[in-house]
Structure formats: C-alpha cells, structure tokens
C-alpha cells in the first residue's frame, strides 16, 4: 500500500509539472522552419533523430557535411535526420533557445515512424538547450526515445574566462550561462524535484578528455562537466573505449568515428548500449570517407561568431535574468518580474 501511494504521488506530481508547463513564445511553424530534414525518409524504421548544435554554429554546418546526416540514413534501423538552424547562431539567452528545441520535438515527433524522436545534442545544445527543455517542458519527456550528448557541459566549463574576461565584461548571453556556476546552470541543476541534475529520458553522454572548449573534462568520469548522473557516460579515452591515445577535440566530436560509434550504439540501445571498438579507428559504414576537414572550417566559424559576441554590440555585461517560470517551478529563488 505505502509503494502504491509513493507511486501515485510520483504520477500526480509529474501530472501537475505538465499540466503547469510555460506558454511557449515559439510556435511549431516557426521552429519547422528552420528544420531540414534529409529528403525521401519519411518512414525511416529508426525513426526521427533532431539534432542540436553548438554556440556560434549552424545546424547545416554542424550536421549537414557529417556523419550524422550523412550515416545514419543506412546505418542500422535506418534514421531520419533532420537538424535546426537556432536563432542567432546559439549565442543568445539559451533560455529562449531551449523554446525552439521543445517546438521541434513537438514537430517531429507525430511526423517519426516511431511517433518519437531521438536527440543528439553537441557542446550548449546538448548541455543546456535540450537539458531545459526536458526540465521545463516534461511533456516532451513522452516524445524522446533518447537523448545523446556530444561534448555537453552539463555544469558548466572554467574555461570561458579566457573567452569573456572577467565577469562583468561585454560577452554572448548563452556563454556566461554555461560558465560554472552560472544561475542557470543552478537551476538546472537544482536538488528540487524534476530538474536536469540527473537524467529526465534514457541518456548517453559522450566526451573526450582533450576538449579545448569545454573543462573540466576529467580526470575521472565523475569529476567531468560532461558527466549526468543517471545516464550512460563514455569518454572516448577511457580504457573500455579507445584508450588515452584516442584524440579528439571539442568541434571534432562532431566528426569523430568513437563518438559516432557510441551515438549509433545509444540509438540502437539507449539504456545500455554496447561499444563496437572498430569504430576507434573508422565509421564501419563508411570507411573511404573523411569528415575530418568540416572540424576546420567549423572551428574557423565559431571563432569568427565568438569574436562578435565578445563585442559591445552582440554581448552583454550580466548573465540574462531567469525566467519567472523558474521560481514558479522552485528551482530557483531569483527571477525576473
């Protein structure tokens, strides 16, 4: 009786953060907009995957060149990719970027074969844009099959000091969210009921030790940024994996064979999948190919993008206030009026 009381409890409490969710200010038509889908798979058997880039990117200079999109559609159950362009480039209030991830799975959820969708997230769109649209938003919990983190910084990164400066200097909005200890990442990390500190929907994280953007990355597992209580974590130098002479950078995860290799393995089984070690060397479904110039030219861009936020005209002195939504939901103490 006392088990079946918790259980209603825990139904009636996820019944009322549904019920209480914030009005979007994104409607789908806007969102499904700035979606592209690869053409002539509308009944993938794997279903839909939505992928989510980066600060200071596009999602066709993320996604459109690589394996994600290039792959999965033979790979496996056979994959519908589409990804999104977010507004300005990711580098503003992550909070209204989150709000175009939510329309999206809404989107494409009811147009999957699955009825469902897989999202792969890299950097901010896996670290924070996807993380607060499944806190905020649980009623797309229902709608994602799984959830795959390429290089997100779940808490947080140091390293955006040598970015911004100090903290009152002229810097993009979504940057001084993810610099640890931001209130965002507070609230998303609150110890309150229902929030993102430990995995909302079956999760896999994947990382590399050698990150150049995001740290820290190590030196355990569990002291990483890109580490989620609940989920799957793999860092492409663990032992199991590819070993501490696996390189890979921060804008290489995108790119990279592992960390494919652990994406499609998460698609297949997203509570425990299972690593094929021949994809430490190259992607088994397309061995003769070499995404390795798309990392160049991305990393060339997102500098460029960077360099403008860092400016009086696109950055801002202060970390965007919270929305009020967050203190209605006691993840915070502080939001705006």
């Known amino acids: ?48 995957v939505l992928l989510v880039h980066g600060t200071g990117s596009k999602g066709s200079e993320s996604w459109a060149s690589g394996p994600y999109v290039r792959v999965l559609p033979i790979t496996g159950k056979r994959y519908k990719p589409c990804y999104i362009d977010l507004p300005n480039r990711s ?31 890299h950097s901010q769109g896996a670290g924070l844009n996807i993380p607060w649209a499944l806190q905020f938003w649980p009623s797309t919990q229902a709608l994602v099959s799984s959830f795959i983190a390429l290089a997100g910084d779940f808490h ?7 970015l911004c400066g100090t903290a009152v ?46 740290q820290p990355e190590g030196p355990t597992n569990a002291e990483a940024t890109s580490f989620l209580p609940g989920a799957s974590n793999f860092a492409l130098q663990d ?32 509570t425990a999948p299972v690593f094929d070690r021949s994809y430490c060397s190259h992607i088994r479904e397309s061995p003769a190919s070499s995404f390795t110039g798309l990392g160049g030219l991305l990393s060339g861009g997102m500098a460029d993008m960077l360099a403008i936020a860092r400016s009086s005209v696109e950055g801002i002195r202060a970390e965007p206030a919270l929305k009020s939504y967050v203190c209605e939901r006691g993840f915070a103490t502080q939001c705006a009026d």
């Open 239 to 270: 032992a199991t994996i590819c070993g501490s002479i696996h390189y890979a950078n921060h804008v290489a995860m995108l790119t990279d064979s592992a960390a494919f290799g652990l994406a499609k393995a998460a698609l297949e089984n997203p």
């Open 91 to 121: 580098i503003g209030d992550a909070q209204l970027t989150a709000e175009y991830v939510v329309a999206a799975i809404k989107f494409l959820a009811p147009r999957s074969s699955t009825k469902k969708v897989a999202v792969i997230g």
């Open 1 to 48: 009786m006392f088990l079946l009381s918790v259980a209603c409890a825990a139904v009636a409490t996820t019944l009322a953060m549904v019920t209480n969710e914030p009005t979007l200010s994104v409607t789908m038509d806007l969102a499904a907009r700035l979606i592209t889908c690869v053409p002539g798979l509308s009944n993938a058997p794997g279903g839909t």
């Open 156 to 162: 947080g990164t140091t390293t955006s000091v040598l």
């Open 169 to 214: 200097s002229f810097c993009a909005a979504s940057v001084k969210q993810q610099t640890k200890g931001s209130r965002y990442l507070a609230a998303q990390n609150s110890a309150a009921m229902g929030s993102a500190r430990s995995a909302l929907v079956p999760t896999t994280s994947i990382f590399t030790r050698l990150d150049d953007v995001i």
